[in-house]
């Protein structure tokens, strides 16, 4: 039995080394793979066996690593949409107030007043249809 | 045994189909679809848990940490209401390519 746990905790490390988050998703995967060991010794099998056939079964740290990773990329590449797009709909308006500020107080329209409010409005649109985009595609 | 894409495809179907039952754990989960499909849907056991969590994330399954009955730390999954509907829509799409097939099935031996 505690050579079992010594087994255990030499897994533990390895999948450490490979990226694996400890305490979750790794107390989750060992548990699991206590329940394999466990329903192999019923099976029969001698805890040396049972050990080997279980950790082969839960699978290379690498490619566990690799899977959690794109969950990781995902949300990572969402959250930095969204907050490109909350700064577009800030910067936005930056620009098209105080042009329009300076239409009322001149009267005249020219281009110095044109083109931060066509800019601008470019930019709160793009910056609103993306943080909508973004929340919408959050959960996928 | 089944090919490894039609596997990964088939995992969140199966998945949230089981957690319809009920909460339910990885191992768990893993051992049923083994069960059900006679051995021939093999899973890595360890790829389950990404996709758990991919899940979770997406809002359509919950989780918390319990106990089992031996005294074992376990993290149980349950199903969300958008979980239901994601099961709902496959649900409809796998009976739409089942039906296909069968269609074509029955033509060709016909």
Redesign the interface.
Known sequence: MRDLEEKISAWREQMLAAGIQSPV?L???E??L???IERQREAGLDGQNAFEISVR???RPQ??KN??K??ERN?MKKTAIIVLAILAVLFGPGMILPALAKHRNMGVWNFDIVWPIVVGSIITVAGISATVFGFKKR?? | MIRKELVAASAEPLILSLLAKGESYGYAIIQEVKERSGGKMNWTDGMLYPVLHRMERRGLIRSRWGESETGRKRKYYSLKKDGKAAMEKHHEHWTLVHSVLSGLKKEHYA
Do not use: C, Q
């Open positions: 998703p107390d989750e995967l548990v699991h206590r329940d394999e079964g839960i699978g490619n566990l899977e959690f794109k969950i949300i959960k996928a």
